[in-house]
């Protein structure tokens, strides 16, 4: 049976950089989902600051629903490819006897 490739001898190790990535990839999703507005109206308004012109309040409603569909989903989706990692792909390897 072949073992896990973090137990084989020569394992890549993860670099500096693609750790960094892996955090920002969940920090970005989580600080827009906590700083998204509650109001589709100051949504609206930082929108109109931001860019220079302004949306409706339906077009608001759904751009905030979207925006927090989209953190969630992939929140979730980077917690399960970490937690995946982390036990390591949920399959053990048997131990043979001597």
Known sequence: MKSHPCC???????TWAQKCRDVAGLAIPGAILALIPKCPACLAVYIAMGTGFGISMAAATYLRGFLVVCC???LVFLV???VHRFIGHGVTTPRTAL
């Open 8 to 14: 084989e001898v020569g394992a890549k190790r993860r």
């Open 72 to 74: 969630v989903a992939s």
């Open 80 to 82: 399960a490819r970490h």
